[in-house]
């Protein structure tokens, strides 16, 4: 199977973590080296000598390197020893699907990899260091190095530090998720994917390409070959979905000659783990379990849980308002040819809502930011779709009545539901 389609979205996964990214500057130190140490050399043949504050003696620069390199790999050491431990504590009590997000930081990465060019740099030059030859500007790009790499680690420690900051994290994530909003909002569709299934003619099974989670559905190519084929690709799954090899991935109407069967498997890769890139839905899942964790019995934090629903119905809010609805892709001449199941802000809110209204029964504070969430996405939801949110808000009241607050209080949040009802009805 497969054509190779590698799209700058499954490109971007090897640029993840501590690995790519910070292997290719830790061994651009080599390439330094090997540079500075010839152009030195070119310098003093052609009769250039230093200046006597950057002179120093083959000894004194071994010495300078050997300092550098060991301190560099010390602080390289000490680097990876706060992430793991920082990420194991995250992981505990924020999430551990966040520990991928902390994995992506650019900050982190170009850290690692400039302490890690720091300690190549400087063994290479010890490397090539001999009685007769010059290494006075290499001591000068070593020094250079090792004072980026200083700024860098006070610069890593304070990213740190904010990223385990639950207000903070909450914050990226929702901006992660106000832009996979804005590129879905960019592509959305006239109609939802329900009303382009083709009613008449025969279609073809496409079987899942193997196990794990759809990633995202790269349509560009596929529309252009079932422009070409005369038929039009209906996915039965979105990104996010998990699949197996006898699930269906799609159907194919009216390609006689099966030429878009790989072409469909390859469209949609499967992944081991879910990814936030292409899956907008990840996102929202991702604080609604920081929210589910907050307001579990074992850690019991309600702000945090209040940050999250504010987040999201925000979020929500913006969604609505703007009409998305993904998941229908036209050809130049405005034929459908590529189908899966609508992405929308209902769908979207039935992803998130009810769960955080069930978990937060009981809890006055986090009821009353349901209550207000609620009213900020139904005011900003068309009239003929605001139903879906005013059921919520009763299923809010109703959870509050079979709560175990006061009777008083239960008086008091069904109240401010009831007003909410009139002023949206």
């Given at each position: 199977m497969g054509t190779g389609m590698q799209t700058p979205r499954e490109l971007v996964r090897y640029f993840r973590g501590f690995l790519t990214i910070p292997a290719a500057i830790s061994l651009s130190g080599l390439v330094v080296a090997g540079i500075v140490f010839k152009t030195e050399q070119a310098l003093v043949t052609w009769g250039w000598s230093a200046s006597d504050w950057l002179s120093v003696s083959n000894r004194t620069a071994s010495d300078v390197l050997s300092a550098i390199s060991?301190?560099?790999?010390s602080a390289l050491v000490m680097v990876y020893s706060i992430v793991l431990l920082v990420y194991t504590l995250a992981a505990g009590s924020i999430g551990p699907r966040l520990l991928q997000r902390f994995g992506e930081d650019r900050v982190n990465q170009i850290a690692v990899g400039s302490l890690g060019a720091t300690f190549l740099y400087s063994l290479m030059i010890l490397w090539l260091v001999r009685d007769d030859t010059s290494v006075n500007l290499a001591v000068v790009v070593g020094i250079i190095y090792s004072i980026v790499s200083v700024l860098l680690l006070l610069l890593f420690v304070h990213t740190v530090s904010t990223r385990v900051t639950i207000d903070q994290e909450a914050a990226r994530?929702?901006?992660a998720l106000d832009r996979q909003v804005s590129t879905a909002i960019e592509n959305s569709a006239d109609i939802p994917s329900s009303e382009a299934i083709p009613e008449k003619g025969d279609k073809r099974p496409v079987p899942a390409s193997g196990t794990g989670y759809l990633n995202s559905i790269n349509t560009e190519e596929l529309v252009r070959a079932a422009k070409q084929a005369g038929a039009v690709v209906v996915f039965d799954v979105q990104p996010g979905d998990f699949m197996v090899p006898s699930d269906i991935l799609a159907n194919v109407h009216g390609d006689c000659n099966e030429s878009l069967n790989d072409l469909a498997q390859a469209a949609a890769p499967l992944i081991p783990a879910r990814d936030p890139n292409g899956d907008i839905r990840f996102s929202v899942h991702l604080l609604v379990e920081i929210a589910l964790r907050a307001l579990s019995p074992g850690v019991n934090d309600t702000f945090t849980a209040i940050v999250c629903i504010d987040r999201l119905s925000a979020s929500l809010a913006r969604a609505w308002s703007s009409k998305l609805c993904t998941g229908v892709y036209r050809d130049d001449d405005g034929a459908v040819r590529v189908v899966y199941p609508s992405i929308t802000a209902e769908s979207l809110f039935h992803d998130s809502m009810p769960a955080l209204r069930r978990a937060a029964r009981g809890n006055g504070l986090v009821t009353a930011a349901l209550i207000r969430a609620l009213v900020r996405i139904a005011?900003?939801?068309?009239?003929?779709?605001?139903?879906?949110?005013?059921?919520?808000?009763?299923a809010v009241r109703?959870?509050?009545r079979e709560s175990d607050m006061l009777e008083r209080d239960i008086d008091k949040f069904c109240g401010q539901i009831e007003t909410a009802m009139r002023g949206l009805s």
């Open positions: 060991a301190a560099s790999m994530i929702s901006e005011e900003a939801a068309p009239e003929k779709e605001a139903w879906a949110v005013v059921d919520e808000l009763t109703d959870e509050t």
